[in-house]
């Protein structure tokens, strides 16, 4: 769904990565109506470059991470808090990693471009810039 060029890297802290594992092996064994978008976080997930929390670039999106977007087609900007399912409240911007743009969102960076399918056709975003990154602040277990 995520397209910005064939093969493009992601990243996603070891940290990121030990507990969407966890959720992912929670959810489906659950099996909730989250499910549908677990398939595709787990693809993400494999082809992302794993790094240590100190070593992920600071414009790049992980857990937690509060970005701005632009709508590629309506010129709208738009903020989120990129958090697990638990956390997420979309009257104030945080959107769940299983969610088609939090899933889509996970390991992108400052200047990328996502599109991914929505009913009625294809919804396109850039990436404008990285608000917070946890890591980024020193604050490595958010």
Same mark, same amino acid.
């Given at each position: ?17 030990? $507990? =969407?594992?966890?959720?992912? #092996?929670?959810? %489906? ?9 677990? /398939?595709? *976080? !787990? ?24 970005? $701005? =977007?632009?709508?590629?087609? #309506?010129?709208? %900007? ?9 956390? /997420?409240? *979309? !009257? ?44 980024? /602040? ?5």
């Amino acid at each position: 769904m995520k397209q910005n060029g064939k093969g493009r890297q992601i990243f996603i802290t070891e940290f990121d990565l030990e $507990r =969407l594992e966890e959720m992912i #092996s929670s959810v %489906e064994q659950r099996s909730s109506r989250d499910g549908r978008y677990l /398939a595709e *976080l !787990e693809q993400e997930l494999t082809r992302a470059e794993v790094v240590p929390s100190e070593g992920i670039p600071p414009d790049v999106i992980t857990m937690n991470s509060r970005v $701005r =977007l632009q709508d590629l087609d #309506s010129g709208e %900007e738009l903020e989120y808090t990129l958090v697990f399912p638990p956390d /997420a409240d *979309l !009257e104030k911007g945080r959107i769940s990693v299983l969610a088609p743009v939090g899933t889509a969102l996970i390991g992108y960076r400052a200047g990328d471009r996502i599109a991914w399918a929505v009913p009625g056709g294809k919804k396109k975003l850039k990436v404008k810039k990285v608000l917070y990154q946890p890591e980024a /602040a020193g604050d490595f277990h958010l």
